[in-house]
C-alpha cells in the first residue's frame, strides 16, 4: 500500500481524499496556490507545499511544480481528485515516468475517452447503446448533409475533443446545416485546438443518467448503480439523485451489467462514470469520465462503499473489496451543490464566511472545506460544499434534506441554498418528473413572473 498520497486539488474534495488516506494510515501532502493558504486542507494535511500563484494555470494545472513537489515530500502516489489534472492523460503519463503511481486509469485510456469519436467506437464495439449517427468523424460538409438527411433532422454537431456540452450545434433543417457545421468546426477548433466533429441524432428531451463503475488489475469489474443528474444549468449540475426516479430493478441491472462488461473488456482500472442519455425507456451513450466526480457521495451513501479508498486500494494493485453480491442498494440518497453564488443571479458571490453553522442528524453528510471566518477566494471554482442525504426511500430523503438545508447557517456570502430549497418545493422534483431541459424553463417561468 501506499505511505504518502500528494493530492493535486483543493477545496472539499482534497479533503474527502485526506479523510480516506487517514482511515488508512496513509500520510498526506496538500499542494496549494498562495490564495490557498488557509485552506482546511492544508491545515489537515500532513504537510503542504505551495506551488504557485492563485492562478490555476499557475498551481494546480502547473505539472513541473507539481512533480516537484511530490519528489521533495518522498510522496509514492498522486491524486488528482476531480477538474484540473484529473483528465490529462500527459499528466497521468508525466507522473508515472517520474516514478509515481497515478491514482485513476491509464493514460491510454483516459486519451481515448477524451476523443468523444473514439470513445464512442469503442464503447459501440464492445456493446454499450449509442446515438445513431455518423460513422466516426464528419470530415466534410456534404458528407454530413447527407448523413442528417438519412437518420432524418434535428441532428446535433458534437466536437470530438468537447464534452461538457461546449461547442454543440442542433440543426433543424437541412437549409441550416452547413453554416452550423462551420460554426462548430471553428468553434472546436478556437477551444480544443483540434476542429474534428461528428453527428448525432438529436435527442430532444432526455434525462442525464450516469452508472458508476470500477475496475481493478485483476479482471474485475462492477457497477455501482446509477445516479440520475438531469437537473442542471448551463451544464452544471444542482442536484444529483440515486437511484433514478424512472429506472426500474431491471432496467438498473441490465445497463449496470452492460456497463460493467465494457470496462471489463477495456481493462478500466479505477473508478469511472458512463453518462448516458434516457429518453422513451431506451439508454444511449454520451461520453465516459475517467474520474471520480462530485456527486460520487450519492453512491457511497446508497452502496455504503468508501469510493476514494477503493481508488487507492486498486491504483496500489490490489483486489476490489467489493464484489457483485457484496453490497446491497439501501434506500436514496440526494447530493445539493452549494455554490457561492447569487441564488437569482449565479453571480459569484466570493468573501469572507462571517457564520458557519453544518447541518446534522441521521442520515446527513456534508462535504466542505468551509469554516467559520474562512475567505472564499475568487479564483476557482465557486462551489463550497456538497449536502448530500440519504433516507430509506426518496420522499423521507426530500423531507430531511429540505430540514438540513433549513439548519445549515452560511453568512457573509450569497449561497445557492434558497434556490435548492425551491427547487425541492417543485411539484415535477417531487414526482421525479423532469429532465435536462426541466430546470432552465422553470427558471425562465420564475422570473419572468416576477
Ligand atoms: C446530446 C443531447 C441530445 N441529443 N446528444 C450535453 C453535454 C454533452 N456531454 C452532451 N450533451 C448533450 N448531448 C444528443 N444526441 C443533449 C445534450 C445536453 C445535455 C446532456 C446532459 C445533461 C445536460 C444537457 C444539457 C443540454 C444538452
Not at 57 to 84: E, R, V, W
Not at 93 to 120: T, W, Y
Request: with cysteine; net charge negative.
Amino acid at each position: 500500500m501506499f505511505k504518502k498520497i500528494l493530492i493535486a486539488n483543493r477545496g472539499e474534495i482534497a479533503l474527502r481524499i485526506i479523510r480516506a488516506c487517514r482511515e488508512m494510515d496513509i500520510a498526506t501532502v496538500a499542494v496549494h496556490s498562495t490564495a490557498d493558504t488557509s485552506s482546511m486542507a492544508v491545515r489537515l494535511a500532513d504537510e503542504s507545499v505551495c506551488i504557485g500563484p492563485p492562478s490555476s494555470k499557475d498551481s494546480y494545472l502547473n505539472i513541473p511544480s507539481i512533480l516537484t513537489a511530490a519528489a521533495l515530500t518522498g510522496a509514492d502516489a498522486i491524486h488528482p481528485g476531480y477538474g484540473f489534472l484529473s483528465e490529462n492523460a500527459q499528466f497521468a503519463r508525466m507522473v508515472e515516468e517520474h516514478g509515481f503511481n497515478f491514482i485513476g486509469p491509464s493514460p491510454e485510456l483516459i486519451e481515448q475517452m477524451g476523443d468523444k469519436v473514439r470513445a464512442k467506437q469503442t464503447v459501440q464495439e464492445l456493446g454499450l447503446p449509442v446515438v445513431p449517427g455518423s460513422k466516426g468523424s464528419v470530415d466534410r460538409v456534404e458528407d454530413g448533409l447527407q448523413t442528417s438527411i438519412e437518420m432524418g433532422f434535428p441532428v446535433l454537431i458534437k466536437a470530438s475533443s468537447g464534452g461538457g456540452g461546449k461547442g454543440m450545434q442542433i440543426v433543424e433543417r437541412s437549409e441550416d446545416f452547413e453554416l452550423a457545421y462551420n460554426t462548430a468546426r471553428s468553434e472546436a477548433r478556437v477551444n480544443f485546438g483540434d476542429d474534428t466533429v461528428y453527428l448525432e441524432k438529436y435527442l430532444s428531451n432526455p434525462r442525464h443518467i450516469e452508472i458508476q463503475v470500477f475496475g481493478d488489475s485483476h479482471g474485475n469489474a462492477i457497477h455501482l448503480g446509477e445516479r440520475d443528474c438531469s437537473i442542471q444549468r448551463r451544464h452544471q449540475k444542482l442536484v444529483e439523485e440515486g437511484p433514478s426516479p424512472v429506472l426500474t430493478h431491471e432496467q438498473r441491472e441490465e445497463i449496470g451489467t452492460l456497463a460493467a462488461d465494457t470496462i471489463r473488456k477495456l481493462g478500466y482500472l479505477g473508478a469511472g462514470t458512463i453518462e448516458f442519455l434516457y429518453e422513451d425507456g431506451k439508454f444511449y451513450f454520451m461520453e465516459m469520465n475517467t474520474r471520480i466526480q462530485v456527486e460520487h457521495p450519492v453512491t457511497e451513501m446508497i452502496t455504503g462503499i468508501d469510493l476514494i479508498a477503493e481508488q487507492i486500494r486498486v491504483a496500489a494493485g490490489e483486489p476490489l473489496t467489493i464484489c457483485k453480491n457484496g453490497f446491497r442498494f439501501r434506500g436514496h440518497a440526494i447530493e445539493i451543490r452549494i455554490n457561492a453564488e447569487d441564488p437569482d443571479t449565479f453571480m459569484p458571490s466570493p468573501g469572507k464566511i462571517t457564520q458557519f453553522h453544518a447541518p446534522g442528524g441521521l442520515g446527513v453528510r456534508f462535504d466542505s472545506s468551509i469554516y467559520s471566518g474562512y475567505s472564499i477566494p475568487p479564483y476557482y471554482d465557486s462551489m463550497i460544499g456538497k449536502l448530500i442525504v440519504h433516507g430509506r426511500n426518496r420522499d423521507e430523503c426530500i423531507k430531511r434534506l429540505l430540514r438540513a438545508i433549513r439548519e445549515t447557517v452560511v453568512e457573509g456570502v450569497k449561497t445557492t441554498l434558497p434556490l435548492h430549497e425551491w427547487i425541492l418545493n417543485q411539484p415535477e422534483f417531487i414526482s421525479g418528473d423532469y429532465t435536462i431541459k426541466w430546470l432552465e424553463e422553470k427558471l425562465a417561468e420564475k422570473n419572468g413572473k416576477s
